[in-house]
Antibody, heavy 119, light 110 residues
Framework: EVQLVESGGDVVRPGGSLRLSCAAS????????LSWVRHAPGKGLEWVSY????????AYADSVKGRFTISRDTAKSALYLQMNSLRAEDTALYFC????????????WGQGTMVTVSS | QSALTQPPSASGSPGQSVSISCTGT?????????VSWYQQHPGKAPKLIIY???KRPSGVPDRFSGSKSGNTASLTVSGLQADDEADYYC??????????FGSGTTVTVL
């Protein structure tokens, strides 16, 4: 079964750091680009970050650029999001999502991991 | 990159059709044929239902259809069913391996 499972969400103080993980299974990990997408309470989906198949290309939303870092480990079939200098507005359910082979749409999603930034 | 504009809500009776618009700019929706639509039930992960403006993934009923004209894309759900009640989001590629989502539309089946 094709699956993405996120972990690492927690309650953290403003200015703190957190590392999210996403374990992939059921497909050839190296074939696909991956993204993080978040869903803040009462708001819409927001694309956060992208990484290509080999980690050689990354992209970030302006709202997180310079604070978040996306990475992947082929040996572990895992995706990561290092989140630094967290703000209250980063509070959200964070999904990892697989891009289709053409790289134009997100065809597989995890169930999400919740990040709460609060003092 | 600003979120694409969607109406907050839409509704229809069972069996009827409902259409949802997704308005962007020439830098996103109007500039690429990489518009996709997602259905999200409460507490669940989003599900891809339309990609490349008009294409349906395997397993998605043909009651779901997509189109685009200029800077506005649209999703039409025909033959509304109770299970179609959900939030719907559009998304567009915006270049440089970046994407943007719409503000979301809640569809209610009356």
């Amino acid at each position: 079964e094709v699956q993405l499972v996120e972990s690492g969400g927690d309650v953290v103080r403003p200015g703190g750091s957190l590392r999210l993980s996403c374990a992939a299974s059921g497909f050839t990990f190296d074939d696909h680009g991956l993204s993080w997408v978040r869903h803040a309470p009462g708001k819409g989906l927001e694309w956060v970050s992208y990484i290509n198949w080999n980690g050689g290309s990354t992209a970030y939303a302006d709202s997180v650029k310079g604070r978040f870092t996306i990475s992947r480990d082929t040996a572990k079939s895992a995706l990561y999001l290092q989140m630094n200098s967290l703000r209250a507005e980063d509070t959200a359910l964070y999904f990892c999502a697989r891009l289709q082979l053409l790289g134009d749409a997100f065809d597989i999603w995890g169930q999400g991991t919740m990040v709460t930034v609060s003092s | 990159q600003s979120a694409l504009t969607q109406p907050p809500s839409a509704s229809g009776s069972p069996g009827q059709s409902v259409s949802i618009s997704c308005t962007g700019t020439s830098s996103d929706v109007g500039g690429y044929d990489f518009v996709s639509w997602y259905q999200q039930h409460p507490g669940k992960a989003p599900k891809l239902i339309i990609y490349e403006v008009t294409k349906r993934p395997s397993g998605v009923p043909d009651r779901f259809s997509g189109s685009k004209s200029g800077n506005t894309a649209s999703l039409t759900v025909s033959g509304l069913q109770a299970d179609d009640e959900a939030d719907y989001y559009c998304s567009s590629y915006v270049g440089n391996t970046k994407f943007v989502f719409g503000s979301g539309t809640t569809v209610t089946v009356l």
